[in-house]
């Protein structure tokens, strides 16, 4: 790409970031905000500080909200612009002339959200330098989706494994949003696949995603089917759906029923689960043990009586995961759609992940924007209050849920998951591809993840344009009002100009959405409404854009977004076991908004496809494999034995150590999570100290001696206690006191044991507790210690150690 030319220059321009100030020169060109600091005015004067000259390069389309102050000369102060990136970058420019400030934001703004068209993106444009090692890798050539089949173990020159490939979506005419490429069960025809597509939402058939190395079980994915209150049933996908849970030649016969199947309640809800996912807390033992097995006695194993080869799956609880609330599903069957009648599906069982819908995710990270909004002006800590009432950790903690209880069900259980949502291309996205992650090693590795993700998510038609809105939003740029214009503004509040005619103008467009003027264009977003918040109509692009192009707020939701989160979480909790490291995965989120690659631009392979982005664009992929060596995990061990801990093939998360990912919002670990590692830490010690030192005593425990409680846990082995729950906002108190109460155990026979404190049990069990944890030093994570460091050995957030005690109780709040 040739050297870009300059549209706009502002010079002496102060920039704040991080409460930071810097003046620089603003350079404004098609694509890009670029800004020189120091400024030419002091280069010329001392040409000694052109050593020193930095920039930042902040491309357009990763521009979330852009918002102009502008204030009067008379004012004494400068007109500004604040923007928000959508790598959680905060940046505000101040500009000495009013006009200058908003030819500027006009500028940005006819670069963002006034395109009308994807042709004028970044990507469009973008050629990297000639003769670099990005220019000779085409990273639109690393996928090829009947190789990672073959790789699975699928293809006709291979051994039939009761798979196939079809050639029925060739020119995407069976199925617009599924890729070309479909593995299907091979006694399964294509005729019964085109009976069966009417019963799938927008024809996205129970298809083939992953098929298990050692025991041949299968991870398979779909869109809801087409229930309705009637409950209506259709026999071609019952004999899918059966096939993909006993994919052999010997299992299947000319009726469609499998011998071996499991009973079903005569109710059709009767075997439908809605869980909680466990925790997954598997032994190596056991874990080694049941793949030995598994791979001693795939090929000798009998039914005594028929004399049949049994296959894995056939005789184990084989699973139908609806990811959504069992509400939401309900409430999908009053449209005529659902979730399966479990009545004619006998060779299954079915859960609920209950993981919510895109809006609540929406909302969720609005909520941690909002707790981090004021980054650019002030350099203290986000307000942890807001992060834990967003629940954005609870989500992910969901999602790695829901995704190990299926990588449990295919690789220890031995059975098979079909997966699904509403559409099938967001949840199950997630699911699918995490589950996959925790299951296979290769998928753990650089080009394997290129793999995981061009196959569950861009060649199953997750809506990369709809859900990241890569055309931007008129919504998105805003002039505050000057007629409050000098007043201050401290962070986290709100200067008030202009609220009363927003709030009431949102109102009257909510009204006339709901009650006069409903959208008569069906949204392709999830359609699940429930408790989505409401919004005003997105406004009409100034110029033309293809409908399934445009921007509509309420379809975008940060869903992959949580699966880097997610696998983040994986990579934190198992550093070896990854070939990338954290920085790829921040990388790639952000290349997922930039636009500078044609790699997540349009909603599909087959939208992909027709708008040749492979011969026009260049692929991300490129990028990061031409710089391997930065997104290398240096601790990465490729040895796979599952006899030894750590290089087990299988991979589970530990939900007590889920923690922000601090790194992508642009904070430090202790900014973000100094109140959970605080607690978990205090958590460790008491637990720690009760090991060693009888803290389980009768007396300490409030449990009367000789109790049959007291006897339970006497024999049970001791456990070492999860983190207290993040799910609400923790103090360094709260997490002491709930770190005791992770550790009493509630009394389980005698009922006069749960007396309140004025029966006099309470206060001297809290006085045997103070006694000890007076002994473990706890005043310093409480009230801190006399260095000014915490628990984990951080310091606490940004303050320095000659700051008042008061400011860092408030801290604490």
Not at 6 to 16: D, E, F, G, I
Not at 372 to 380: E, G, H, L, N, R
Not at 390 to 405: M, R
Not at 526 to 555: G, M, N, Q, S, W
Request: neutral net charge; hydrophobic residues 35%; charged residues 25%.
């Amino acid at each position: 790409m040739a050297a870009p030319q300059t549209k706009q220059l502002y010079t002496n321009v102060h920039a704040l970031r991080g409460g930071k100030p810097e003046l620089g020169d603003l350079d404004l060109n098609d694509f890009h905000l670029v800004f020189r600091f120091p400024p030419e005015s002091k280069l010329s004067a001392d040409p000694s500080l052109r050593k020193q000259v930095k920039q930042g390069w902040f491309a357009f389309h990763i521009v979330s909200q852009c918002t102009l102050r502008t204030t009067p000369a008379a004012s004494g102060i400068h007109s500004s612009i604040r923007i928000r990136f959508r790598d959680f970058t905060y940046i505000s420019f101040n500009f000495e002339d009013d006009k200058a400030a908003r030819d500027a934001f006009e500028f940005i703004r006819s670069r963002t959200c006034k395109l009308g068209n994807i042709e004028k993106l970044l990507a469009f444009h973008y050629r990297p330098p000639p003769n670099s090692p990005e220019c000779k890798i085409n990273g639109w050539d690393l996928y090829d989706a009947r190789a990672e089949f073959r790789r699975q173990g699928i293809s006709e020159k291979l051994p039939d494994l009761g798979w196939r490939i079809t050639n029925i979506n060739k020119g995407y005419v069976f199925s617009p949003t599924y890729p070309e490429v479909l593995a299907v069960p091979s006694k399964i025809s294509d005729n019964t696949l085109k009976y069966a597509a009417a019963f799938r939402s927008r024809a996205r058939i129970p298809t083939l995603s992953y098929l298990h190395p050692i025991n041949n079980c299968t991870i398979t994915r779909s869109s809801q089917p087409f229930v309705g209150l009637r409950l209506k049933r259709n026999i071609q996908d019952e004999r899918l759906v059966s096939a993909c849970f006993a994919a052999s030649p010997d299992l299947l016969d000319a009726s469609g029923a499998e011998p071996g199947d499991s009973t079903s309640p005569s109710s059709s809800q009767g075997d439908v689960v809605s869980v909680e996912a466990p925790d997954v807390d598997l032994s190596l033992s056991e874990t080694a043990r049941m793949e030995d097995e598994l791979a001693a006695d795939t090929n000798t194993l009998y039914d005594q009586k028929t004399g049949k080869r049994l296959i894995y799956g056939a005789q184990q609880n084989n699973l139908i995961v609806d990811a959504r609330p069992l509400i939401n599903s309900y409430a999908m069957q009053a449209v005529g759609k659902g979730s399966e009648n479990m009545d004619y599906y006998k060779s299954a069982k079915k859960v609920f992940l209950n993981i919510d819908n895109i809006h609540v995710m929406r909302d969720s990270l609005d909520k941690v924007i909002d707790a981090i909004k004021d980054a650019d002006v002030s350099p203290f800590p986000p307000n942890r209050d807001l992060l834990a009432r967003s629940k954005w950790l609870e989500h992910i903690s969901a999602i790695l849920k829901g995704s190990a209880l299926i990588a449990r069900q295919v690789g220890i259980l031995h059975s098979h998951a079909l997966i699904h949502c509403s559409d099938g291309w967001d949840r199950t996205s997630q699911l699918c591809a995490l589950s996959e992650l925790m299951l296979d090693p290769y998928y753990r590795t650089i080009d394997g993840f290129i793999v995981l993700v061009e196959k569950d998510w861009l060649s199953f038609g997750h809506m990369f344009q709809m859900r990241s809105g890569h055309l931007s939003h008129d919504s998105w740029f805003k002039v505050e009002s000057d007629a409050l214009a000098g007043s201050t503004v401290r962070p986290g509040e709100n200067d008030g100009r202009g609220d009363a005619i927003e709030n009431a103008l949102a109102s009257a467009k909510r009204f006339w959405s709901k009650n006069v003027a409903p959208d008569s264009k069906a949204s392709t977003s999830d359609p699940e409404d429930l408790a989505a918040p409401e919004e005003p109509k997105p406004e009409i692009p100034t110029l033309a854009v293809a409908d399934e192009y445009a921007t509509r707020l309420r379809d975008i939701s940060p869903v992959f977004h949580q699966f880097l989160d997610a696998t983040y979480q994986l990579l934190r909790q198992h550093p070896t076991r990854f070939e990338f490291n954290e920085r790829f995965l921040r990388r790639l989120l952000y290349h997922v908004h930039s636009c500078q690659y044609g790699t997540f631009l349009c909603n599909n392979e087959r939208q992909r496809r027709e708008a040749k982005l492979a011969e026009r664009t260049r692929s991300v992929w490129g990028y990061f494999l031409s710089r391997r060596p930065e997104f290398t995990n240096p601790e990465y061990d490729a040895a796979i034995d599952d006899h030894t801990r750590g290089r087990e093939r299988i991979i589970f998360p530990r939900f007590g150590e889920v923690r922000w990912w601090h790194q992508v919002f642009n904070r430090t670990d202790d900014e973000m999570n100094g109140d959970l590692n605080a607690s978990a830490a205090t958590a460790e010690r008491v637990a720690a100290y009760q090991a060693t030192s009888g803290l389980s005593d009768p007396h300490m425990m409030g449990v009367e001696e000789g109790s049959e409680s007291t006897s339970r846990s006497s024999d049970s082995p001791r456990r070492s206690p999860q983190p207290p729950s993040f799910t609400t906002s923790q103090s360094v108190i709260a997490g002491v006191e709930s770190a005791h109460s992770a550790l009493t155990p509630e009394p389980r026979s005698p009922p006069q044991l749960q007396r309140s404190a004025s029966t006099g049990e309470v206060p001297s069990t809290l006085a045997g507790l103070q006694e000890k944890i007076s002994a473990l030093t706890l005043g310093k994570v409480v009230f801190g210690a006399a260095d000014g460091t915490d628990a984990s050995g951080g310091s606490a957030g940004r303050l320095s150690k000659g700051e008042p005690a008061a400011q860092e109780m408030r801290s604490m709040d």
